[in-house]
Nanobody
Framework: QVQLVESGGGLVQPGGSLRLSCAASGSIFSIYVMGWYRQGPGKQRELVAI???????NYADSVKGRFTISRDNAKNTVYLQMNSLKPEDTAVYYC?????WGQGTQVTVSS
């Protein structure tokens, strides 16, 4: 059974940084698009960033220049480096690989 295990969420002050990780079981994830989504309080889930097997990336306009998505195919892991965090980045962050989803990790940006 495929499992995605996320880590790295937490509480951070505005302007701070966090790095999210999502490790997947299995050995075929190198062929999939990997991505991060988030769902803020009272909001719909939205795309944050995706990275394609060849390394091409796309970002939501709201995070461009602040967030960086990367992947390590050998480790079946996708990362999201989040810098210059803002209160509006507060959300539950979910990783997605193919048809599989992580359980979500809470990111709270507050002073």
């Amino acid at each position: 059974q495929v499992q995605l295990v996320e880590s790295g969420g937490g509480l951070v002050q505005p302007g701070g940084s966090l790095r999210l990780s999502c490790a997947a079981s299995g050995s075929i994830f190198s062929i999939y698009v990997m991505g991060w989504y988030r769902q803020g309080p009272g909001k719909q889930r939205e795309l944050v960033a995706i990275i394609r097997p060849g390394g091409n990336t796309n970002y939501a306009d709201s995070v461009k220049g602040r967030f960086t998505i990367s992947r390590d195919n050998a480790k079946n892991t996708v990362y999201l480096q989040m810098n210059s965090l803002k209160p509006e980045d507060t959300a539950v962050y979910y990783c997605n690989i193919g048809i599989w989803w992580g359980q979500g990790t809470q990111v709270t940006v507050s002073s």
